[in-house]
């Protein structure tokens, strides 16, 4: 036997693997190289390069099932319980030049072979931010939610598109049976009507047109020629998407205006009437007004039921952007939070914030019946929306939206009320807002720590101030070198990778520390965890 050199053994043995790789790749093609046609009785001329048989399918459906199949191994394995391991790291920290040479972004002419594409998967995962680790606490979302995250993959595999009945059945009904329960728990008991869209800022710019529709209907078809100069008011503690609504539809930034909100940041009804006046004897027209129940930073809810008053005595749209809040209505215990919503005109929703859908899963409802998003939106594409289709064609719901290609999203938050109950997301909300009560309460017992202000909802506002800091008199000067502290504890844990928590100033207040507490996977100990981390990540300072 004559014994082969390892080096020229494992060369040949790779082009061997390469060669089965590519014959294997050619029949799922469906064409066939100049080798393999050599092999055959009757040869033929190799065909020219980018040919290709339009008899036969390009698609190996074993090789495909394959590579899913190991796809979702990784998936569960990485993303699902490494991600939510409390002794693994929230992320890996890079910065953007590093992590370009890390995950090679460059797009070339070839395909990769399976094994690398398995491995970008498995780098997608490593270097994202794990958001559903129990230390993550930097958004308005946070968890690993089982049934969402399996509805979002069946939307995917099945890969349809929401804006007619006839190519998404099930996904249709299933937004129809959400959205039905959702305007029934707000309390609008003679209905309403509603969309799921990407995003709250979306929906909060649904509730903007709609608004300025009701109040000037020509405005569709002439535009901005056809009304006076209109005002939308809103707390100076709102979402940022109520000004970028009002630039993206003509109404102009300067044209909202900003009303002031007490310590707690809750809108003031008494200067929300002084706002309107004003507006009035500058010769505007306000048309609507924007509530927030929960606000991004402080978690304020704004008196609902104060501004309905308000807004029925001037005849303005009320819309209450609860993107961030509106869990709280599920929970007998919170829903006094929203006490008046059943008065107001529309109302924006996330079940991917405190509820823990899949991102995105946002929905905007309107207490309408008479079609005011059918006929604000719509386009009556023929192609899309004929008439005389051969089923009851109100279930179209595609020219309600500003969107043609729309996630069946509704089914994330279907799947998960099933399997949970009404009860269970009630017990979720209830949780959340125990432990940031608990949160709250060893803040006030530790040195150094100090609350911006008592939690209203799952918001946690606090101060870290080193050892350093402690003893100075309170002063301009002692502000000044406390907001430098958040930005080097933040930088800190992010490079470690111990946990998030976000950080901000907000008006004369110098930066700190927001904690959201949300996942019902984060115990007493994580969130002790993350204030001893604190003060060993900045008693430098």
């Not at 609350?451 to 050892?467: D, H, R, S």
Request: hydrophobic residues 40%; contains cysteine.
């Amino acid at each position: 036997m004559i014994l082969m050199p390892q080096k020229e053994f494992e060369v040949n043995r790779g082009i061997v693997e390469i060669s089965g790789k590519i014959k294997k790749l050619e029949a799922g093609l469906g064409v066939k190289s100049c080798e393999s046609q050599a092999l055959v009785a009757e040869p033929e001329k190799c065909s020219p390069a980018g040919s290709f048989d339009v008899n036969s399918s390009t698609a190996d459906e074993q090789v495909a099932e394959s590579f899913i199949r190991q796809a979702m191994e990784i998936i569960v394995d990485e993303a699902v319980k490494k991600a939510t391991n409390v002794q693994e790291k929230v992320c890996e920290w890079h910065s953007p030049e590093q992590l370009k040479k890390l995950l090679d972004l460059e797009l070339r002419d070839g395909g990769e072979a399976e094994s690398e594409i398995l491995q970008r998967c498995r780098d997608a995962i490593r270097y994202s931010v794990k958001t559903s680790h129990p230390r993550f606490f930097n958004q308005l979302y946070a968890g690993m939610e089982p049934y969402s995250m399996v509805a979002s993959f069946i939307a995917e595999a099945v890969k349809t598109n929401l804006y007619t009945y006839e190519v998404a059945p099930v996904f249709t009904l299933m937004e129809d049976a959400v959205l039905r329960k959702m305007i029934k728990v707000i309390g609008w008991e003679e209905g309403g009507d509603g969309i799921f869209n990407p995003g709250g800022s979306l929906s909060n710019m649904y509730a903007v047109n709609l608004a300025r529709y009701r109040y000037c209907p020509d405005f569709k078809e002439v535009g901005m020629f056809s009304a006076p100069r209109l005002v939308i008011l809103t707390s100076q503690e709102c979402h940022y998407s109520i000004s970028k609504g009002a630039a993206l539809m003509g109404i102009g930034t300067k044209n909202v205006y900003t009303v002031p909100t007490d310590e707690r940041g809750r809108m003031i009804p008494s200067a929300l009437e002084e706002k309107i006046m004003l507006a009035k004897s500058e010769g505007a027209v306000p048309f609507m007004v924007n509530a927030t129940a929960g606000t991004t930073v402080l978690g304020a809810f704004d008196p609902i039921d104060e501004i309905a008053d308000i807004c029925e005595k001037h005849n303005l749209w009320l819309h209450v952007d609860a993107c961030w809040g509106g869990a709280a209505i599920m929970s007998k215990k919170h829903k006094h939070l929203l006490k008046g919503i059943h008065r107001v005109d529309s109302v924006a929703w996330n079940p991917h914030k405190m509820l823990m859908a899949s991102l995105q899963c946002s929905a905007f409802l309107v207490r309408d019946k008479t079609s005011l998003l059918q006929h604000c939106h719509s386009a009556r594409a023929s192609y899309l929306f004929q008439q005389d289709k051969f089923y009851d064609v109100s279930y179209d719901t595609g020219d309600k939206s500003v969107q043609c290609s729309r996630k069946p999203d509704a089914f994330k938050f279907w799947l998960m009320w099933k399997a949970l109950g009404s009860r269970e997301l009630e017990q979720r909300v209830d949780r959340a807002l125990a432990m940031a009560r608990y949160l709250a309460e060893e803040i006030k017992k530790r040195e150094g720590f100090r609350l911006v202000l008592e939690p209203e909802y799952a918001n946690v506002c606090f101060w870290y101030l080193p050892p350093s800091m402690r003893n100075l008199p309170e002063s301009p000067e002692l502000w000044k070198k406390l907001h430098t502290v958040a930005p080097v504890v933040k930088q800190r844990m992010m490079k470690k990778g111990s946990m998030m928590v976000g950080y901000q100033p907000l008006g004369e207040k110098a930066n700190f520390f927001r904690m959201v507490v949300i996942s019902p996977q984060v115990s007493r100990q994580d969130l002790d965890f993350v204030l001893d981390e604190i003060h060993n990540l900045g008693k430098d300072l």
